[in-house]
């Protein structure tokens, strides 16, 4: 069904250390939130002590290999994740929690009989119904984009997008693909002419984001010059401006937030609000759960509230 060259296809069969891994607190954004989004993830909290774990450990892992790809989990010990057992509010060992489209859908505390695990792992692998491929292959070519074969991912989004047109987040996909080739008038013509159906969805709103960005990012002046007339003059509200785009331009995306942020709380009023502006801009180009979109909302919203 699925028409893909050798060096573009998807693998056709995932192996165990595939569908289960060991996760931590540095990897839980790209194993479970950024997994998530395409598949269910259970993340399986536990600990070398926990006696129950050792039971419901094995009986999960063999659920979801029996899943064939349909569902994927994380393991994360407890003790060495204590920021993320707080902030998920872990209180007891085994709990398991299941995300889906980068939020928690389902999840259980304590051991429970092998049959429940099982129903539980089969009622996550139906959200996730079968799609001919369609989801291993956009997780390959976002692999592949990852990995800076970006040749390869960008071919893989538009096989995709051959079978499934209107699949948003290969749209998206292909969009950051070429932006990643420095083609961004190829990009702007992809957003131009998304399919209705998919115009307003999140990808697709990143990926305006993204370009206008791109296109600023072609415009940033030396960081080091804009560095040293913010420092000469602190209230200068155009040099802290083109600072955050010259930061951002170079990859420093917290960076560019923080000083974004020290504009609006210097002058929220500046230039018809454009600190707020842009980075709204820069929060629609990441994933809603990335930490920095996390840390600048909070931020941004006490001092619009304060």
Not at 268 to 275: C, M, P, V
């Amino acid at each position: 069904m699925f028409g893909m060259t050798e060096a573009t296809k998807a693998p056709t069969a995932l192996s165990k250390s595939d569908l289960v891994k060991e996760g931590s607190e540095a990897t839980f954004m790209a194993d479970v939130i950024d997994v998530s989004q395409t598949v269910p993830v259970i993340v399986d909290f536990w600990a070398p002590w926990c006696g129950p774990c050792k039971t419901l450990g094995p009986q999960l892992e063999a659920a979801v290999t029996a899943a064939k790809g349909a569902v994927r989990m994380v393991k994360i010990d407890v003790d060495r994740a204590p920021a993320l057992s707080q902030q998920l509010r872990i209180q007891s060992i085994p709990t398991v929690y299941a995300f889906y489209k980068g939020q928690p859908v389902d999840g259980f505390q304590g051991a429970v009989p092998g049959s429940e695990v099982k129903k539980f792992v089969d009622k996550l692998a139906a959200l996730n119904p079968e799609d001919g491929g369609l989801a291993a292959a956009i997780e390959a070519a976002e692999a592949m984009l990852t990995e800076g074969a970006v040749e390869d991912a960008a071919e893989t989004f538009a096989a995709i997008l051959a079978e499934e047109p209107e699949n948003a987040q290969a749209y998206g996909g292909l969009v950051r693909s070429q932006l990643a080739l420095g083609a961004l008038d190829r990009a702007q013509v992809l957003v131009h002419d998304a399919p209705a159906k998919i115009a307003g969805t999140p990808e697709l709103t990143a990926a305006r984001a993204q370009i206008e960005l791109a296109r600023q990012a072609a415009k940033a002046g030396p960081e080091d010059l804009l560095r040293a007339a913010v420092a000469r003059d602190p209230a200068d509200r155009q040099a802290r401006f083109d600072l955050a785009t010259a930061l951002h331009a170079a990859g420093k995306v917290d960076e560019a937030v923080i000083t974004l942020l020290d504009l609006f709380k210097l002058d929220r009023d500046w230039n018809d609000g454009a600190a707020k502006a842009q980075l709204f801009t820069i929060f629609g180009a990441l994933k809603p759960q990335d930490p920095i979109v996390l840390a600048g909302r909070r931020r941004l919203s006490s001092m619009i509230f304060a």
